[in-house]
């Protein structure tokens, strides 16, 4: 069974935005951190950025003043805004979800920015 679910993801021209959904299943009824992970072809998974129960968070250099996330507590829900996409920001992205004893992971979603 499909614990996360990420939604969102297409094909963007450079400038342009898309917002990235992942919802929890509600049976995960004690989730702490959620997060957005990246990984481009050749390269390892990277953070994007994280955001706690309690709304901090916390962001790559590279996305910075560019991505926004949030979290909606009552829907199990986390967003992940992107505005002024870069080629660079072309990946699969995926979610993570921290529990007390371990983490769930979405399956990805991919996100092309094209020049």
């Known amino acids: 069974q499909v614990q996360l679910v990420e939604s969102g993801g297409g094909l963007v021209q450079v400038g342009g935005s898309l917002r990235l959904s992942c919802a929890a299943a509600r049976s995960i009824t004690s989730i702490n951190a959620m997060g957005w992970y990246r990984q481009a072809p050749g390269n390892q998974r990277e953070l994007v950025a994280t955001?706690?129960?309690?709304?901090?968070?916390n962001y790559a250099d590279s996305v910075k003043g560019r991505f926004t996330i949030s979290r909606d507590n009552a829907k199990n829900t986390v967003y992940l805004q992107m505005n002024s996409l870069k080629p660079e920001d072309t990946a699969v992205y995926y979610c993570?979800?921290?529990?007390?004893?371990?983490?769930?992971w979405g399956q990805g979603t991919q996100v092309t920015v094209s020049s």
């Open positions: 955001i706690t129960r309690g709304g901090s968070t």
């Open positions: 993570n979800a921290e529990i007390l004893y371990g983490h769930y």
